[in-house]
């Protein structure tokens, strides 16, 4: 199985156990998924895995788009800091637009099983760390 397969089964898997649950909180941590790294590669991820699971969630009765939390964690000052700084904050801007969260200069202090620690002290209850 490609990794890319394994990253979009444990995507369903997640929006399958968020859509299962009673508890609010649960349902948050299923539905939160982290990306580190805000390059080339961590930014495809996040808007293509963003997309995928805004249109898997129509199968999940409970759940909706509203539900869905992508944040994408970076230690630069920028995204895409390959390309450039005029670049980068198209990209950043079209990220926040379709509703990314993105937290730039900031690092992952802290993971465990269903949390993600970052650097700013924030907490996020998340299953899923890429």
Do not use: K
């Amino acid at each position: 199985m490609t990794a890319a397969i394994a990253l979009r089964d444990h995507v369903i898997r997640q929006l399958n156990l968020a859509d299962a649950t009673d508890d609010a909180a649960e349902r948050r941590a299923r539905a939160t998924f982290v990306v580190v790294g805000a390059g080339y590669t961590g930014v495809e991820a996040a808007a293509q895995l963003q997309l995928f699971s805004q249109r898997a969630v129509r199968r999940f009765p409970r759940l909706r788009r509203s539900d869905l939390r992508w944040v994408l964690v970076d230690v630069a000052d920028q995204v895409l800091s390959e390309i450039g700084p005029f670049l980068g904050r198209r990209a950043l801007a079209v990220c926040r637009r379709r509703g990314m969260q993105v937290r730039l200069q900031t690092t992952v202090e802290e993971v465990t099983q269903d949390a993600v620690r970052l650097s700013d002290g924030e907490t996020l209850r998340s299953y899923t760390l890429i």
